[in-house]
């Protein structure tokens, strides 16, 4: 009866005869490896057909498709753009081309920079007893953060409610 053999027992194979031994930490560093290239070059797909979107080109359809599946050169939208009409003629069209964000407000700014802080905070702020919880809360309110007074605060107050 014949036997599927997967391409890692034919490598063994041939390490064995060249004289090399695999020990089972490298047989699990190269299916690592391997696991981690398929993740890599899933990674890089998508990121591909993201920065199509963000060329005007809808990479599953039509033209985009066309163009997704030929591309090899730089990946930025303006060298896609400029690579889709020279080599083909097309330019992207106005209900494809991807929204531009507007510049995000100074509020906006500063409430993406509290959420880090206070996210941060929290980290730090697991403790196992209010007293590490006080010790915590005094050190965060000599240096000033906010942010680390109000999490630490709160996990005194959910501890003792």
Known sequence: MARDIDTDEIEDEAEAEAGEELTPDMRRLRKRLKEVEQENKTLREADLKHTFRQAGFDPEKGEGKLLHENYRGERTPEAIKEWAEKEYGIKPSAEEEAPVRPPRSESEQKEIAFEARL??????????????????????????????????????????K
Not at 122 to 130: C, G, I, Y
């Open 119 to 160: 996210a941060r905070a929290r980290q730090e702020a697991v403790a196992p007893n209010s007293d590490e919880v006080e010790k915590a809360l005094e050190d965060a309110r000599k240096r000033g953060d906010v942010a680390a007074e109000i999490a630490l605060g709160l996990y005194r107050w959910e501890q003792n």
